[in-house]
């Protein structure tokens, strides 16, 4: 979930729950509107949490192996 999506569902949830006054027989809007606010901001610290590189499944750096030709060494003459 990135960033943007996040915040639209942060945004949208938020909606349901303070500004709709609509009544559903069946679901609670309120409810809705509280979930999805919660799984916005979850998926917001999850977002921000890989974009500063704190998450071990974020950006991978310093996790890659070094290009073959370094390990190799310097090249011979054959």
Not at 27 to 41: K, R, S
């Amino acid at each position: 979930m990135t960033t943007a999506t996040s915040l639209i569902l942060i945004a949208v949830g938020a909606i349901l729950a303070f500004a709709v006054s609509y009544e559903v027989a069946s679901i609670n809007i309120q409810t809705v509107g509280a979930i999805l606010i919660v799984v916005g901001g979850l998926g917001l610290a999850i977002s921000i949490a890989t974009l500063a590189g704190y998450a071990p499944w974020g950006t991978g750096r310093g996790n890659a192996a070094p290009p073959a030709s370094t390990i190799a060494g310097p090249p011979t003459n054959v």
